[in-house]
């Protein structure tokens, strides 16, 4: 029966979620139930096509994603795929009504970090909007569920929030991006020369991110609205962290991170202000 085999196929991706991410894993336990299984499989596409790019060191990347763009097409045409994680993706997608442009898109910025570009501002702006905020577009089709009007109004905070969370990825990877994937994405960026004035002008742009993705976080659905602020309260806790090291400290070979005794306090926090309506 096929409805066995999308079973199978959605707890793969949440398997894939769990795997990956415990902070983003455990933002999406804290939605209604019936975002769950969409949610995973949005997840576990986009990991998927970031493995690729990312960790298969030694293999035809190259060959591997333009295969990928060509299964992820077809598991949409034919509406299955025999690749699971693409099986409870293109399943995610026909139900909600995600646009191949965000699927495209998307793709896309995975298909930039297959080379060594010296980002300018148009080229950053282009990556961070295909690798994170047409991602946040496409959770909010979810969100939304069918919802012309609601998507509408969500689409700039949404867009804001999914950038803030990439552009802290790239402060926290810096190191390893700049010495292991040969990338550097903040535009005109020198990281040899790379201090505390620098570090300070792409704070003040993560901060505007943040408040403007806050402003959507409030207008959620309920069923969407504490998983998506758990996750907002989690990576505004590493920029803060992150805003109290040097710039030095972003170029060591030592990931920075928020600890599991951390998070969990942060998850209590969150709670309570969730429930006394203070966010």
């Known amino acids: ?10 707890r793969i991706s949440k398997l894939t979620t769990k795997a990956y991410t ?3 894993a ?20 986009v990991r998927l096509a970031d493995e690729i790019v990312d960790s298969f060191h030694g293999y035809d990347k190259e060959t591997l994603m333009a295969e990928f763009r060509k299964e992820t097409e077809l598991a949409i045409e034919r509406k299955i795929s025999l690749n699971p994680i693409l099986n409870s993706f293109q399943e995610t997608v026909h139900r909600y009504g995600i646009k191949w442009a965000h699927i495209d898109r998307f793709l896309k910025s995975m298909e930039m970090d297959l080379d060594e570009i010296e980002y300018n501002q148009m080229l950053y702006e282009d990556y961070i909007l ?3 905020e047409v991602v946040g577009l496409m959770c909010l089709h979810v969100f939304a569920e069918g919802s012309k009007e609601k998507y509408k109004e969500l689409v700039y905070p949404a867009m804001r929030l999914g950038s803030a969370f990439q552009k802290i990825n790239f402060f926290r990877d810096m190191h390893n991006d700049h010495n292991h994937l040969g990338r550097t994405y903040f535009p005109g960026l020198d990281v040899k020369s790379f201090d505390a004035e620098a570090k300070k002008k792409i704070e003040d742009d993560i901060a505007k991110d943040f408040k403007d993705g806050l402003d959507g976080i409030k207008k959620l659905p309920v069923g969407a609205r504490y998983g998506v602020y758990v996750a907002y309260v989690y990576y505004f806790n590493l920029f803060k962290k992150i805003k109290r090291l040097k710039a030095t400290r972003l170029l060591e070979d030592k990931r920075i991170r928020v600890p599991n005794t951390s998070k969990y306090l942060l998850l209590i926090t969150s709670y309570m202000r969730f429930r006394l309506n203070l966010l």
Request: aromatic share 22%; proline share 3%.
């Open 1 to 10: 029966m096929k409805a066995l085999y999308d079973d199978v196929s959605f």
């Open 130 to 132: 295909g690798s994170a």
């Open 22 to 24: 415990t902070s983003f």
């Open 26 to 45: 455990l933002g999406i336990r804290l939605f209604e139930k019936k975002f769950h299984d969409p949610i995973y499989a949005i997840y576990g596409f």
